[in-house]
């Protein structure tokens, strides 16, 4: 990732960044967790394509951003 990203070879950034890294994913977690309920009233199969279209939208913006 440290390449990839040119996070630099600095260990304190790179444990730092590496570590925020991880913490969000544990975070999206317990927030999807917590109103994980008010999205399901609408039905699964709808709350399903929200987050799947969310999820194309940040996928994309990711593309572009790395690409150049």
């Not at 040119?6 to 969000?24: D, M, R, V, Y």
């Not at 999820?55 to 994309?60: A, D």
Request: glycine fraction near 14%; proline fraction near 1%; charge should be positive.
């Amino acid at each position: 990732m440290r390449y990839q990203l040119s996070w630099g070879n600095e260990p304190s950034a790179l444990e730092l960044k590496t570590t925020i890294l991880t913490t969000s994913s544990i975070v999206g977690i317990a927030i999807g967790s917590i109103f994980g309920g008010d999205f399901i009233k609408y039905g699964r199969r709808n709350t399903v394509i929200r987050f799947n279209f969310i999820g194309l939208i940040g996928s994309v913006i990711a593309l572009i951003l790395g690409f150049w």
